[in-house]
């Protein structure tokens, strides 16, 4: 099938670890490769994804994160910010999916990456996985 980077801001150990176990399952599930590499922060995601589009090795990506409001007041622009870039990549015909958790507290964060509730790493892979199907049925 196809190829995804998942590309991930660690800067929440148990957090990204959930999200990326479920990133991961949904992909490999569905058939496709996956490969992880690290980003310094959440303002750095879509850095490393145009970086890693240079290569031509993807066929999608994966962003995931988290940001927290109690740990950083400009944690809702950075991960904003963030969120624009990603969805000028998908309108550039890139299949991606943001997974970055945006959240009040760790707590809240940690109800976010929860499997019982959805979990965004999953969510967002099923829709960098639809994204790519769709874009095959119309090449």
């Known amino acids: 099938m196809a190829s995804f980077l998942i590309v991930e801001a660690r800067t929440h150990d148990t957090i990204n670890d959930a999200l990326l176990s479920q990133a991961r399952s949904v992909l490999k599930a569905a058939g496709h490769d996956v490969d992880v590499i690290a980003a310094p922060g959440v ?13 031509d090795r993807y066929d999608g990506f994966l962003a995931l994160g988290v940001a927290i409001l109690e740990d950083d007041l400009m944690a809702d622009i950075i991960a904003g910010e963030c969120a ?26 940690c109800k976010i990456a929860d499997p019982a ?23």
């Open 117 to 139: 509730h959805g979990n965004k790493g999953a969510a967002a892979a099923r829709s960098a996985a639809a994204l790519y199907d769709l874009k095959e049925q119309f090449s």
């Open 43 to 55: 303002a750095e995601l879509p850095a490393v994804i145009s970086i890693a589009l240079e290569s």
């Open 84 to 109: 624009r870039a990603l969805i000028a990549f998908s309108l550039d015909g890139l299949p991606i999916g943001n997974g970055v958790v945006v959240a009040e507290n760790e707590e809240d964060a």
